[in-house]
């Protein structure tokens, strides 16, 4: 039996990926870098009862300090380049990658939460 209410996971948390309302798709899901808003502008949906914490930063380090671990073998078995321009060129695309991947990673938690009646959605 179908609910009428069904929320689908999957267009949730791309409209997450996307820093959109789980909802609607349309409206704003952060004020700000990383401050959720506390409705939808669009749809009315409240984001008051999610709880990504600490979440979106565990995934982000994950991903960034894999990606920098080869990136570091690929670069002292292919270039030439020393410690010092290495460490400062991985450094920077990790620091690059940390900052626009954690409000995305962020938006797709909430979209899970929101998708799956997490914490009171």
Same mark, same amino acid.
């Given at each position: ?32 870098? +990383?401050?959720?808003?506390? @409705? ?7 984001? @008051? ?9 565990? =995934?982000?380090? +994950? ?10 073998? =690929? ?11 290495? @460490? ?26 929101? @998708?799956?009646?997490?914490?009171? =959605?």
């Amino acid at each position: 039996m179908m609910q009428d209410d069904q929320r689908h996971r999957k267009p949730a948390m791309l409209n997450g990926l996307r820093q959109r309302c789980p909802n609607c798709g349309e409206g704003h899901l952060f004020t700000s870098y +990383l401050k959720v808003a506390p @409705a939808c502008a669009v749809c009315g949906q409240s984001f @008051a009862p999610q709880r990504a914490d600490d979440g979106p930063a565990y =995934f982000t380090i +994950l991903i960034m300090c894999h990606i920098a671990g080869f990136m570091l073998h =690929f670069m002292i078995v292919y270039s030439e380049l020393g410690p010092w321009a290495t @460490a400062l060129l991985i450094g920077g695309i990790v620091l690059a990658g940390s900052l626009l991947m954690l409000p995305r990673i962020k938006g797709i938690m909430i979209g899970w939460q929101w @998708a799956d009646r997490l914490h009171g =959605f």
